[in-house]
């Protein structure tokens, strides 16, 4: 079967670094992506990897290893907004998007 | 405001009740999507609807029913529900399916069954 592992909650100090982990084994891959849902909102996007590698967007960065069926998403410079859900998620080789059951992040002052 | 958007907000219906959830995009997406999301669980996929056309459909029970008029617009038809099924429905949009620009998501309905 199909299946994304992500740790349940994470608790960081603002202004600290804090990663988190995903580990996915799916029918083929093309592409994992990382979602921010804040409670009571939309998901929101925030990076797609689909080679090996790290991607840097501001704060924000994303790491990608085929060969280990590994990612995480690294955040610095924590903010109280930081405080969300992070979802994993991987395109398999029928395009459909496979979910992790999310990251619940707390940010402490 | 994403781009997509869901209506109502907030549901509580009985089981016997009839509703509809309704989605809207303009961003020119030809692919959408219904998801359910509850609790500490993954999203699941229930539909797929890709150039009008229903491609998915993730062994939903017929008490959900999914209606696609035209490329801006999903429905979500809901009779009969159980309480099992209250969580957050969620819609989506992508450029097509399996895009990896990725997803547009709405802000959700939080629906109650009681």
């Known amino acids: 079967g199909q299946n994304i592992d992500q740790p349940t909650e994470m608790t960081a100090t603002e202004g600290a670094i804090v990663q988190i982990n995903c580990t996915y084994q799916t029918s083929g891959f093309n592409g994992l992506f990382w979602y921010q849902q804040h409670a009571g909102e939309a998901p929101t996007f925030l990076s797609y990897?689909?080679l090996d590698g790290l991607e840097e967007k501001g704060r924000f960065s994303s790491f990608l290893s085929r060969s280990k069926g590994y990612s995480y998403l690294l955040l610095k410079e924590l903010q109280m907004k930081d405080s969300a859900s992070y979802l994993c998620?991987?395109?398999?080789?029928?395009?459909?998007?496979?979910w992790g059951a999310g990251t619940k992040l707390i940010i402490k002052p | 405001e994403t781009g997509v958007t869901q209506t109502p907000r907030h549901l509580v219906m009985g089981m016997t009740n009839k509703k509809s959830l309704k989605c809207e995009q303009h961003l020119g997406h030809n692919a959408m999507y219904w998801y359910k999301q509850s609790a500490k669980k993954p999203l699941e996929l229930m539909f797929v609807?890709?150039?009008?056309?229903?491609?998915e459909n993730n062994s939903v029970p017929s008490r959900f029913s999914p209606e696609c008029p035209n490329s801006s617009h999903l429905f979500l038809h809901l009779h009969t529900l159980q309480p099992e099924d209250s969580a957050l429905y969620l819609c989506?949009?992508?450029?097509?399916?399996?895009?990896?620009?990725?997803?547009?998501f709405g802000s959700g309905t939080r629906l109650t069954v009681v």
């Open positions: 998620a991987v395109l398999d080789s029928n395009y459909q998007l496979i």
């Open positions: 989506a949009s992508s450029h097509e399916q399996g895009s990896p620009s990725g997803y547009t």
């Open positions: 990897n689909v």
């Open positions: 609807y890709n150039f009008k056309e229903q491609t």
